[in-house]
């Protein structure tokens, strides 16, 4: 895929908004737009934020605003859609994950294909490009670390549930659980690219932007 030129719209949470790094130039999407010579990336990223509904409001009530939401919002001009989150479902969103066949913003299967679908119908033959939640420290704790008072799913069980949904829509899928070198499990890992076990500092910044420019190159 060429991207130089290209105008770019990002939907994410906090990882896209930028929590962690050093300065916005820093950040993935900003990285990936001085990489690939994109004329404008547009950053939609907002912290605390999740791919499905929330249905006890949250003490942040931007929290609330999830990504289902959020996405008849980006500009409609853009060449290029990419989308990152889910690891806020799972860590602290009350939605539960649900089944292939839901199609409500109520589970985390249902959100998907809600926002797929809406994608989809306002991007239509537009690339549209998700990426999967990273690891994270807690990741196969169904409490997500006594934060959710129903036990729900182990991450890795969102990370299939995306990839499952963006399979029945053929979109393609950057799978950063599995790809993208940064395991805040590994003590090595976590102080080089993950310091806080969840957000990337610069240089795992620099680890996704070089990841997601590869893959967008090869469409």
Do not use: W
Not at 18 to 45: T, W
Not at 63 to 90: E, I, Y
Request: hydrophobic share 40%; charged share 20%.
């Amino acid at each position: 895929m060429e991207l130089k030129g290209k105008k770019a719209v990002f939907l994410g949470d906090s990882i896209t908004e930028g929590h962690g790094v050093s300065m916005q130039a820093h950040i993935f999407v900003n990285r990936l737009a001085s990489m690939a010579g994109l004329c404008e990336a547009k950053n939609y990223g907002i912290g605390g934020t999740r791919i499905a509904r929330q249905k006890s409001p949250s003490e942040n009530p931007r929290h609330d605003l999830d990504f289902c939401m959020r996405c008849q919002q980006l500009d409609t001009d853009a060449d290029l859609v990419v989308v990152f989150g889910g690891t806020n479902d799972f860590g602290h969103g009350d939605a539960p994950l649900g089944t292939m066949q839901d199609r409500t913003e109520d589970t985390f299967y249902g959100a998907c294909h809600v926002l797929m679908r809406r994608l989809i119908a306002q991007f239509a033959g537009k690339p549209i490009v998700f990426l999967t939640p990273l690891h994270r420290l807690g990741e196969d704790d169904p409490t997500a670390g006594g934060r959710k008072a129903v036990p729900a799913a182990p991450l890795e069980d969102y990370v299939d549930a995306l990839m499952r949904c963006a399979r029945y829509y053929a979109l393609p899928v950057l799978d950063l659980y599995g790809q993208s070198g940064i395991q805040p499990n590994v003590p090595e890992i976590q102080q080089r690219f993950c310091p806080d076990g969840l957000h990337p500092n610069d240089a795992g910044h620099a680890l996704i932007a070089q990841r997601l420019y590869a893959f967008l190159k090869a469409l």
